[in-house]
């Protein structure tokens, strides 16, 4: 796709994309907005009271033993991890749009599970089923947005999705912050039953959008593809020059690699650097601690004993949203992957080092807890506005077409397995029944901040503003990261290239025979 053509028409001709778009990204507001609520929950003495032991040590009289409290947490993030996985199979069979209305059914049955039930048993079960689903939400929208959106928008269609999580862990955080006030079970009931409003939404939405068309191309409905990708663009889009591209991008990786399976993943050269940066790029989210601070950041404040955990929470969450609010705004422009990526995973290591320390030399003290608080909002703004947006849209832009479901969904399950990890570890550093190291648990992330850092700086690929199809011809012509950037494509696969020059080279040398046996 030429990008001069791109740079003629606007947002506002690109308006039925931004539609879908914004649609498809409200996936994302679901996952926030449970990571908000169930952190809350955790600090509530009605959820206690049902889930939870009384302990007359604790601020609140009330503790939640680190098993019960790590399996809450942490099987939400495993069920994601088992549907993203499986988005390969799940795309196989079925498009985005209807693995969409799966997910949105799971969210429905699993909600209404855990507002219920009274037992541990139950809520775990609607833990699993709400993972299950999310994964879904969180792959096929993702997948829905980078095969959709031209190219120039794609950085802002994933810095929607990133923004929705943080907006919906807000609202999630805000409601907790009055719900903790009810006396009686409606404390954790209500924040639940605002789950299922945005599932609702989606459901309904995605009747009036049309299905992936690189999804279909990829199919071989090449029909129904330009049909799809008509109704997403401009009447003054080149739409069948954008088909042609998808045709030759396709042929070319037939030619490389012809079958679709998770070991095609690695069977060749080519796929298998695809999958490695892919796959680490996605994941070095956890790398960075996020999930430390998204899944226990109430409980945290809360044990630390630093002023109102519920509002210092909100505060928190607050500026995160406000961070991705601008990255929306300004990745378009200045949405460089590996100088953004690079900066995060500085700013996000430094801030937990120096909490780690300040926690160390005066734990427990007034000011160390607004220290606490202030280094949080440093890492939040790092985490929201340079590494997530750009983790999510480098493991999905990075892929092959052809296996683009495979790939990613094996790099979000992955990067869902160490957000599990986490939440399932993070009880044993923090919970004063445990290790009860509180900040200094920030010592370990600041390393895994800086070994990320050096990965990104030799290894992950420049493709600002490089359209799906483009990037595919860099790869295939083996080029080094530092070169992305400045690379300038010709449109030709070097795989097709090759194999034009093979079978001129075979025809030659069997003419050449022919010659021979007729003399």
């Given amino acids: 796709m030429s990008t001069d053509q791109e740079k003629v028409l606007g947002l506002r001709d690109h308006w039925k994309a931004m539609i879908a778009m914004t649609l498809v990204s409200l996936s994302s507001f679901q996952y926030g907005l449970d990571f908000g609520i169930i952190g809350g929950l955790q600090a509530m003495v009605p959820f206690l009271e049902v889930f939870g032991t009384k302990d007359p040590s604790t601020p609140l009289g009330y503790n939640i033993p680190s098993d019960r409290q790590q399996l809450i947490a942490s099987l939400m993030v495993l069920g994601a991890f088992v549907s993203s996985a499986s988005a390969g199979f799940t795309a196989k069979y079925v498009g985005r749009k209807l693995s969409l209305w799966i997910a949105c059914v799971g969210v429905f049955v699993s909600t209404a599970l855990m507002q219920a039930t009274t037992d541990i048993g139950g809520l775990y079960a609607g833990r699993l089923i709400l993972g299950l689903a999310n994964g879904l939400l969180m792959t096929h929208s993702q997948l829905y947005i980078q095969e959709s959106v031209p190219s120039r928008y794609r950085g802002l269609g994933i810095s929607f999705l990133t923004y929705w999580v943080s907006f919906g862990s807000l609202i999630g955080t805000i409601v907790d912050n009055f719900a903790e006030k009810i006396p009686n079970r409606n404390a954790y009931i209500i924040p639940l039953g605002i789950v299922h409003i945005v599932p609702g939404i989606l459901a309904i939405g995605l009747f009036f959008i049309p299905e992936s068309p690189r999804w279909l191309a990829a199919r071989g409905n090449f029909e129904k593809a330009e049909w799809a990708l008509r109704r997403l663009r401009p009447e003054a889009w080149p739409v069948a020059q954008e088909m042609e591209d998808m045709r030759t991008t396709l042929e070319a990786e037939a030619r490389l690699q012809s079958s679709v399976g998770y070991m095609d993943l690695v069977r060749n050269p080519i796929d298998r650097r695809r999958t490695s940066i892919a796959v680490l790029a996605l994941t070095c989210q956890a790398a960075s601690g996020a999930m430390f601070v998204i899944s226990y950041g109430t409980y945290f404040f809360e044990m630390a004993n630093v002023g109102n955990a519920f509002e210092n929470a909100c505060i928190l969450t607050?500026?995160?949203?406000?961070?991705?609010?601008?990255?929306?705004?300004?990745?378009?422009?200045?949405?460089?992957?590996?100088?953004?990526?690079?900066?995060?995973?500085?700013?996000?290591?430094?801030?937990?080092?120096?909490?780690?320390?300040?926690?160390?030399?005066?734990?427990?003290?007034?000011?160390?807890?607004?220290?606490?608080?202030?280094?949080?909002?440093?890492?939040?703004?790092?985490?929201?506005?340079?590494?997530?947006?750009?983790?999510?849209?480098?493991?999905?832009?990075?892929?092959?077409?052809?296996?683009?479901?495979?790939?990613?969904?094996?790099?979000?399950?992955?990067?869902?397995?160490?957000?599990?990890?986490?939440?399932?570890?993070?009880?044993?550093?923090?919970?004063?029944?445990?290790?009860?190291?509180?900040?200094?648990?920030?010592?370990?992330?600041?390393?895994?901040?800086?070994?990320?850092?050096?990965?990104?700086?030799?290894?992950?690929?420049?493709?600002?503003?490089?359209?799906?199809?483009?990037?595919?011809?860099?790869?295939?012509?083996?080029?080094?990261?530092?070169?992305?950037?400045?690379?300038?494509c010709t449109g030709t696969h070097p795989v097709l290239a090759e194999k034009d020059q093979t079978e001129y080279i075979e025809e030659r040398a069997g003419n050449g025979k022919n010659g021979e046996a007729k003399v």
């Fill in 318 to 488: 607050g500026v995160g949203v406000a961070a991705l609010l601008a990255t929306a705004f300004l990745i378009t422009k200045f949405g460089r992957r590996r100088v953004n990526m690079l900066l995060g995973f500085t700013l996000c290591g430094i801030s937990q080092l120096v909490m780690a320390i300040i926690y160390t030399i005066h734990p427990n003290t007034e000011s160390s807890g607004k220290a606490l608080v202030g280094l949080s909002v440093i890492y939040i703004m790092a985490y929201n506005a340079m590494v997530a947006p750009y983790a999510w849209l480098s493991g999905g832009e990075l892929s092959s077409q052809r296996l683009r479901s495979h790939t990613f969904g094996l790099a979000t399950g992955v990067g869902f397995f160490f957000a599990w990890l986490t939440t399932f570890t993070a009880p044993y550093f923090i919970n004063p029944d445990s290790l009860n190291w509180g900040p200094k648990y920030g010592y370990i992330w600041t390393g895994s901040c800086a070994i990320t850092a050096v990965w990104i700086y030799f290894y992950l690929p420049e493709v600002k503003d490089r359209t799906l199809e483009e990037i595919d011809e860099m790869f295939e012509a083996r080029l080094p990261a530092r070169k992305f950037r400045a690379y300038h």
